[in-house]
């Protein structure tokens, strides 16, 4: 069970009937089956405040997605879900602050890029001691292909390209325990990076350049097993290779939670290998792509949206959740500069607009929280073409991977020779942020796992970064 994208009113309720969760169909036969589903004003469901009946279909994998409305803002709530003599665990679930609330704190954690083989979600156990209001993950959910050294477990299939593929590539993600109890603690928000359909795609163009029809069909069928697997709001029901994902959550008027997508909108990278389309590390001297201002990472439609939102939004905090690292990140210590092009660094001029419309719109406090890289980062985001005006204008937290092994950290220290707006980078561990807001201050900690290959691995936080409200400076705490 899992729970998500809470509003006021509301919150979607997710499970999916799955016997065997990695054969076809999850194990289901084709046909429909009612499902009976109850939330409660306690932990053991004797205080019954809504129920109904929702039909588990197998077109849609027999999951379901319930959204009951008229529920009370800002308080906790359980539920579960029954089909003939199956009854589901009880989770427990969590509305948002009304919109005119004022509330004095948010707690919530960061997380991204977890490598079924690659160690165990341990991270997701030491969530659970947090006292979360709120999980956001921010992609790489799933990967669908297999990479790395010394693998502690094993995918169950070969690289994901159909619906029968990609359900099986989450039912066997979701058979971890640590990952279903997180689910089943709090609502989460969701948003995904590039391998939940394929490494460093763009759009319509896959790393491998395949011809873009048979591409969208593969997107089709991972956007869909991940609708099937997520609880997502009725509102991101795909259409083919088409799922509006991109939303804003507010939580009062303390905190706008605008989650963005970045893949499935943006131009194609920038100068390219011969014969691939994915990410490189491009000479920015020979790559006038570069210096193409038009390109973008989240499409014209998705930057007008954004705009808006800061625009509309009364919040003290507005946090953008998104998937790759925001900040200018010259991978050359040298006199050239090299960037990395599948991030924001392929899309400068997207970065530049985004940084004009936090200056024009006046919007409070933003601040980036991101993924992708499988390091702990803390750096300042600027608009212009070196770091000469810092702290600049929006300060970014990146999370390191719950699993997905990391970058060297020699190579990692070379850089930050390169870019004095990052004041924190360590890849050599693995685990989640935890993100404390109040009225005065947001503070992030980076929680690390002593060793994600062992199950009962302990945690401590490796450093702790705040900005304080009507700055933009990032400080230690």
Not at 146 to 164: A, F
Not at 165 to 184: E, P, T
Not at 349 to 357: F, K, M, N, P, T
């Amino acid at each position: 069970v899992a729970s998500g994208f809470p509003l006021p009113d509301s919150v979607v309720l997710w499970t999916r009937l799955a016997p065997t969760p990695l054969a076809p169909a999850g194990g289901m036969d084709p046909e429909i089956l009612p499902v009976t589903w109850e939330i409660a004003g306690d932990d053991r469901m004797r205080r019954i405040v809504q129920s109904g009946t929702a039909y588990a279909t197998p077109d849609w994998g027999h999951s379901l997605h319930v959204e009951p409305a008229g529920l009370e803002p800002d308080r906790e709530y359980w539920y579960r879900f029954r089909v003939g003599d199956a009854e589901s665990p009880i989770g427990r679930t969590r509305t948002a602050p009304g919109f005119r609330a004022s509330p004095d704190r948010l707690r919530l954690a960061l997380a991204s890029c977890q490598q079924y083989e690659h160690g165990y979600y341990a991270a997701y156990r030491h969530m659970l001691d947090d006292e979360l209001d709120l999980i956001v993950h921010v992609g790489d959910y799933i990967y669908e292909l297999s990479w790395g050294t010394e693998r502690v477990r094993q995918h169950n299939t070969h690289e994901c390209y159909t619906l029968d593929d990609y359900r099986a590539r989450y039912g066997l993600y979701k058979s971890d325990s640590d990952l279903q109890s997180a689910h089943a603690a709090c609502p989460w928000m969701f948003t995904w990076d590039d391998h939940e359909v394929d490494n460093d795609y763009a759009n319509d163009i896959s790393e491998q350049n395949d011809d873009p029809r048979l591409f969208l069909a593969r997107r089709a069928a991972a956007y869909q097993a991940c609708y099937e697997n997520m609880p997502l709001p009725r509102r991101a029901v795909p259409f083919g290779a088409h799922m509006r994902l991109h939303t804003i959550r507010p939580f009062g008027d303390l905190v706008w939670l605008h989650m963005l997508d970045g893949r499935q909108y943006r131009d194609p990278h920038a100068c390219p290998e011969p014969g691939k389309r994915g990410g490189r590390s491009a000479q920015a001297a020979d790559c006038e792509d570069l210096d193409d201002e038009s390109r973008s990472m989240l499409g014209a439609r998705q930057e007008a949206w954004l705009r808006r939102g800061f625009r509309r939004s009364p919040a003290r905090w507005n946090l953008l959740a998104q998937q790759t690292v925001m900040t200018r990140i010259d991978e050359d210590p040298g006199d050239g500069e090299i960037f990395w092009t599948d991030n924001w660094n392929g899309y400068p001029g997207a970065r530049r607009r985004l940084i004009e419309d936090i200056r024009s719109t006046g919007v409070q406090n933003p601040v980036a929280l991101s993924g992708d890289v499988h390091a702990f980062i803390a750096a300042s985001v600027f608009g212009g073409s070196r770091p000469d005006d810092l702290p600049g204008d929006l300060p970014e937290f990146v999370t390191t991977s719950i699993s997905s092994q990391g970058v060297g950290q020699k190579d990692v220290n070379r850089r930050r020779q390169a870019n004095p707006q990052v004041l924190h980078a360590d890849s050599r561990y693995r685990g989640y942020t935890r993100i404390d807001i109040d009225r005065d201050r947001l503070q992030s900690d980076f929680v690390a796992l002593d060793d994600v290959r062992r199950v009962d691995t302990g945690r401590r936080v490796q450093a702790s970064y705040v900005v304080e409200a009507g700055r933009t400076a990032i400080s230690k705490a």
